[in-house]
């Protein structure tokens, strides 16, 4: 019983690893923009790192919500005015 996962465990492992290889990858992509096409400047390192996490981010939830990870519309109350 020691050795099982539950599932939300599962899903946070997966959401964290997901995050690591984006955000990982906006680096690189950063890092071989800068150097070859923007003189070494800082910004596409941090827009490239940030368009990774922000990707991660999307997936997370889409993840964690097991509504949109179906495909299926989200129904929401309607506001009282």
Same mark, same amino acid.
Request: proline share 5%.
């Given at each position: 019983? $020691?050795?099982?996962?539950?599932?939300?465990?599962?899903?946070? %492992?997966? /959401? /964290? $690893?997901?995050?690591? +290889? @984006?955000?990982?990858?906006?680096?690189?992509?950063?890092? +071989? /923009?800068?150097?070859?096409?923007? @003189?070494?400047?800082?910004?596409?390192? =941090?827009?490239? =790192? &940030? !368009? &990774?996490?922000?990707? $991660?981010?999307?997936?997370?939830?889409?993840?964690? %919500?097991?509504?949109?990870?179906? &495909?299926?519309? =989200?129904?929401? @109350?309607?506001? !009282?005015?």
């Amino acid at each position: 019983m $020691a050795g099982e996962r539950i599932p939300s465990e599962q899903i946070f %492992d997966q /959401a /964290a $690893a997901n995050l690591i +290889v @984006k955000a990982g990858l906006g680096l690189s992509i950063g890092v +071989v /923009a800068s150097a070859l096409l923007f @003189k070494r400047r800082m910004w596409p390192v =941090t827009f490239f =790192t &940030g !368009a &990774g996490v922000g990707a $991660a981010y999307a997936d997370a939830q889409r993840i964690f %919500d097991s509504v949109s990870s179906l &495909g299926l519309p =989200t129904m929401r @109350k309607p506001s !009282a005015a």
